[in-house]
Nanobody, 126 residues
Framework: QVQLLESGGGSVQSGRSLRLSCVAS????????VGWFRQAPGKEREGVSC????????YYADSVKGRFTAARDNAKNTVYLQMNSLKPDDTAVYYC???????????????????WGKGTLVTVSS
């Protein structure tokens, strides 16, 4: 059974950093695109970042570009999201997602993402 597990969330002050991790079981992340999504209270889920299985090309939402960085550690079957210069608007539950038919798109679509973690909460205070 495929499982994704996010970790690394927490409560930080504005301007600080966090690194989220997404580790998979029963699924080889290095052969697939992996997306990061977030959902803030009262808002729709939005795509934040995606790392492609092709040359590890990365994609970012405009709201996080220059502050967030996605990366892989294939030996650990883990994908990371380094989040710097955090803002209160970054407060949300963050999810990683992947799937056999999931591809990175500039629109940050979640189409084809059949596997999702349960999320990790990031709270940024001003």
């Amino acid at each position: 059974q495929v499982q994704l597990l996010e970790s690394g969330g927490g409560s930080v002050q504005s301007g600080r950093s966090l690194r989220l991790s997404c580790v998979a079981s029963a699924f080889a992340l290095d052969y697939h695109a992996v997306g990061w999504f977030r959902q803030a209270p009262g808002k729709e889920r939005e795509g934040v970042s995606c790392i492609s299985q092709v040359d590890d090309r990365t994609y970012y939402a405009d709201s996080v570009k220059g502050r967030f960085t996605a990366a892989r550690d294939n030996a650990k079957n883990t994908v990371y999201l380094q989040m710097n210069s955090l803002k209160p608007d970054d407060t949300a539950v963050y999810y990683c997602a992947t799937g056999f038919r999931f591809w990175c798109t500039t629109a940050m679509s979640s189409g084809g993402a059949d596997y999702w973690g349960k999320g990790t909460l990031v709270t940024v205070s001003s």
